[in-house]
């Protein structure tokens, strides 16, 4: 966030499917991490800084 503050305004969910299955079986996924912008899947799997990057840029667009 240091390197991108205009990020901490974006809101996040985390969703940890051991502490919430219920919520977590609401998501189609099969690789964690899994990121969704407003119910749409942008990104799963292993995420490097740049996938992260893409995830929180899709965000603001929203």
């Known amino acids: 966030m ?4 205009k ?3 974006i809101p996040l ?4 499917e051991t502490q919430d ?3 977590a079986e609401q998501y189609d996924y099969y690789f964690v ?3 969704y912008v ?4 942008v990104h799963e799997g292993a995420a ?6 893409r995830v929180f840029e ?4 929203e």
Do not use: F, H, V
């Open 2 to 5: 240091e390197e991108t503050p």
């Open 7 to 9: 990020y901490k305004d």
């Open 13 to 16: 969910k985390i969703i940890d």
């Open 21 to 23: 299955p219920e919520t």
């Open 33 to 35: 991490p899994t990121y």
């Open 38 to 41: 407003d119910n749409e899947k």
């Open 48 to 53: 490097e800084k740049d996938d992260i990057r």
């Open 58 to 61: 899709k965000a603001e667009e």
